[in-house]
């Protein structure tokens, strides 16, 4: 009895050890813990966009995320970087022009999250509102990133017939001063120290584009953008005209494996640093929730069109996983218990009812063992063996809801002992006669 029920036990616990390895894998699969760390490329040191994942940084560490920050030479390494698993970056911000999904297939957006204007400032009497009037001049810019060259050919605008300067930061701004170059084109916000100086610099004029719309037309990743007059400085009326520019805009983008939690904290620090109104946009312009080069993030769309999901708002990002994985567990719990309720009665008196069959079986292996003639010794050993049949029955541990196979087998034992009984007494009988 003692081992019977060691060897119930010994089951039930692999039994249980297997469930938990099962749910255990299904987890892990299905609904994986988020990592704790996001790798963000913010471009060149002490840069503006740095500056920016600085405050996405603050946001994530209320949610116990550590954002990293990866400087890098520039936005066009960034879409190379994060596909690259063995690179550690995860996320980083890309220039609109510079690569698209057929390029960079690994990658999706959270959104466009600024306008990134391309200004053209220059120096000399002549006003200049068109590119292809910069033919025969030096032009500065960074051009290793492509988007700048790209620009500048939409207007015919070559190495052939213009001298281009590598040139960015204050570098170009220093050249243009100096007379080094005609014409700088630095990208940035009207905000930055770079584009602020030379703004006020009077001996510095910019481009007012009369093809801006056109080009922002034909390229979706430009937009048309209006400097008003004055905006800079009302009492110097800088500038004193409203200017027309050409922008990109800026793209969140992420590897496409990134968790779904972790897109759905950057999504919230997007829009909580860059959904406030701005000089060239009104508030909700940005993040967007559409993208022109890449596949947009799920999660990130819903969050900026619904806000917050129900455990988003009254959870704690740690127990948001934790809080699905304990969902996920009693679904599949409830998936599989209930088909058993069905299935588990009908297995159990299947197994009883072997059990029974083995009992059944030597009892008739005694009852085709009583022949005519035995003598008494052979009859009493099959009367010690429906005895030991008896016994089994005894701790078999049959539950009282199937007492009908056990009375039933109870009933053809003491048929069989009765003719056990008989046969016995006529074998006593002519051992009698013949002593």
Known sequence: MLGYNRWHLFKGLAALLSIWFVCWLALAHFVPAPPSTI???????????????????????????????????????????IEDRNSGVDAGYVLGGNTDSKQSPGLMSLGRVTYNPIWFFYRGPETLDRLSQLKG??????????????????????????????????????????????????????????IQSLLRDPNVRLISLTQAEGLSRVYPYLS??????????????????????????????????????????????????HGPAGLFHRAGDFPTQTDPEFPFAEQAHDFYKNGPSFMQRYLPFWMINISKRVVAV?????????????????????????????????????????????????VEALQSDLENIERAVSILGIPIRHSDLFYALKIHINLVRARIASHLVEARSRTAKTA
């Open 330 to 378: 009693m679904l599949a719990a409830v998936a599989i218990i209930l088909p058993l309720f069905n299935y588990v009665p009908r297995l159990y008196r299947w197994m009883i009812r072997e059990r029974m069959a083995r009992l059944y079986r030597r009892l008739r292996a005694v009852e085709k063992g009583m022949q005519p003639g035995q003598t008494a010794a052979e």
């Open 137 to 194: 001049k030096r032009i500065g810019g960074n051009f290793t990133a492509g988007l700048a060259a790209k620009i500048l050919a939409t207007s015919g605008i070559n190495a052939d017939n213009a001298t281009l300067v590598t040139l960015a930061g204050p570098a170009s701004a220093k050249a243009l001063r100096d007379g080094e170059v005609d014409v700088i084109m630095p990208f940035g916000e009207v905000n930055t120290p770079l």
């Open 224 to 273: 048309r953008l209006v400097l008003p007059q004055g905006v800079m400085d009302f009492e110097k009326n800088i500038p004193a005209t409203d200017v027309s520019l050409i922008a990109t805009t800026t793209a969140i983008v992420v590897r496409k494996d990134l968790h779904p939690e972790l897109v759905y904290l950057l999504a919230q620090a997007l829009m909580e640093e």
């Open 39 to 81: 790798t963000f490329a913010s471009g060149a040191a002490e840069g503006n966009f740095e500056h920016i994942a600085q405050r996405y940084r603050e946001s994530l560490a209320r949610h116990r995320v550590t954002l990293n920050l990866h400087p890098t030479k520039g936005s066009a390494d960034h879409p190379r970087l």
